[in-house]
């Protein structure tokens, strides 16, 4: 078989599509049938009696997942979107604070500060783990901080413990946005259970999903309650329950269906098996893909057990001699997917550039509620919009449903492209 890059008209690696990612089967099938039997297909009620915690599918869903994480609060919303939010709100955290967050994530890490009036500040990411740098965390913390969001990018967990010092030593809430790494663990601990509120995702992208859903885990008891409320128009129940303390209670509908509770279930009980064949997965292409130029495949600190949510390598463009772009289409050329960059950098979204959030007026930058001076400039975070503008590629090649034979023409197709840089720097040139 000839080696000439598909781009130049040589015959690709690949010519058929990838193995869509479908983990739903006859368990989620049966309980989902189950539940329209039932006829009932949401338990809840905004009111004060025993329905105001959802129907039977979402408290089994609820208490086999506190289980599987080892903690006493699981909480079921209809998104991880909703649980950040709730999460935030349940913290207490209001206008004038200032929450530290990657800006190397999805919006809603970010946004879920805004919700509840409080300023995002965003610290650079560490460029291994691509978690929020603790060093970079430190020099953003002033008087007003009150929480950071930390985000277990790709499935990578974030370094937790170093994070959980500078909670401890500043009084702040630590938020561990794990929608990504569901499984993932650090010196044994799982990812979602090592903040005060941990947040996972049921998306259609994520490892296990319901279509659209998030639980929000917690030890605290107080937490847990203040989740339950903001869930569901917590305003509506205060009076009868004597509630003192109403900071942030304004509750929303995220509420989950019965319908996604039951499917939520039975992928639980896929996890651990979803996980470890992405694992097995990545351990291939990493394998594959070693000694490249210009190519870094993902670093797992040994006391890690990545969740794989997706296979992000580094790119040395000064290396490899070739812009990231021509890189990324010679290998789609060859018949596999790639992405380029992940997400811009939050800050340069026209939300932070313009301070434009909740009225014309710029609340909450402008105003009186709040007296700091936060920065969104480029350059502020480098090591973030490095990666944006150059130094990553990503696939989601990885999601475990992939054979040998599959993920064997990744790595063919990748040895091939980097194989023929200097062809690559002649066609660009
Ligand atoms: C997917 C995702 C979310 C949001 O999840 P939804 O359930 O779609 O609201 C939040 N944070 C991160 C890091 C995510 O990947």
Known sequence: MTEKLALEGGEPVRRTPFPAFNTIGAEERDAVLAVLAGGSLSGFLGADTPEFYGGEAVRRLESAWAEHFGVPHAVAMNSATSGLYAAVGAGRIGPGDEVIVSPYTMSASATAALIYGAVPVFADIHPDTFCLDPRSVLSRVTSR?????AVDLFGHPADMPALTSIAEKHGLILVEDAAQAPGASLDGELAGTMGHVGVFSLNRHKTIHCGEGGIVVTRSDDLAERLRLIRNHGEVVAAQRQLDDIVNLVGFNYRMTELEAAVALAQLGRLRGLVERRQTAARRLIDGLEDLPGLQPPMVDPNVSHGWYLFAMRYDEAVAGVPRATVAAALRAEGVPVSEGYTEPLYLQPLYQRR?????DGFPWRGSTYDGDVDYTRGICPVTEHLWESGLLYTDLIHG????????????????VFGNLKRLRELGG
């Open 145 to 149: 901080t009150k929480a950071i969001i």
């Open 356 to 360: 434009i959030a909740f009225g014309a």
């Open 401 to 416: 449903l992939l054979a040998d034979d599959d993920l064997d023409d990744v790595v063919r197709a990748y040895r091939r």
